[in-house]
C-alpha cells in the first residue's frame, strides 16, 4: 500500500504560479512513476505529467513549456511547479504512483483555482 498527501493548491490570478506537493509513504520502494493528473467538471481526469524513477518526464501538450514536474527519490516526493497559469488550468489536481507491479494509487485530490 502507498499513501499520496497533497499540498500546495489554491487561488491565483492569470499569469501566476503555483507549486503542488505530494508526499508518498508505506510501500514506497516499489514506486515506478509518480505524476499529476487533473479532472475539470463532468470531465475524466487527464495526464497533466508524469516522470519516471529514471528521471524521464512526459507532459500533456496544454502544460509544456509552463509546468515542469520533478521527484526528489530521498523524499519520496513529487512535485508540479505551474506558472503563467490560465483559468482553463482550474482543475482539481491529483497526484498518483504506479508501482513495479502496474498497481496505481491516487491522493485525495487538490483545488486549483486560476482567477482572469
Known amino acids: 500500500q502507498v499513501q499520496l498527501v497533497e499540498s500546495g493548491g489554491g487561488l491565483v490570478q492569470a499569469g501566476g504560479s503555483l507549486r503542488l506537493s505530494c508526499a508518498a509513504s508505506g510501500s514506497t520502494s516499489r514506486i515506478t512513476i509518480m505524476g499529476w493528473y487533473r479532472q475539470f467538471p463532468g470531465k475524466q481526469r487527464e495526464l497533466v505529467a508524469d516522470?519516471?524513477?529514471?528521471?524521464?518526464?512526459n507532459y500533456a501538450d496544454s502544460v509544456k513549456g509552463r509546468f515542469t514536474i520533478s521527484r526528489d527519490n530521498a523524499k519520496n516526493t513529487v512535485y508540479l511547479e505551474m506558472s503563467s497559469l490560465k483559468p482553463e488550468d482550474t482543475a482539481v489536481y491529483y497526484c498518483t504512483v504506479q508501482t513495479i507491479l502496474f498497481r496505481r494509487y491516487w491522493g485525495q485530490g487538490t483545488q486549483v483555482t486560476v482567477s482572469s
Open positions: 516522470v519516471s524513477n529514471g528521471g524521464t518526464t
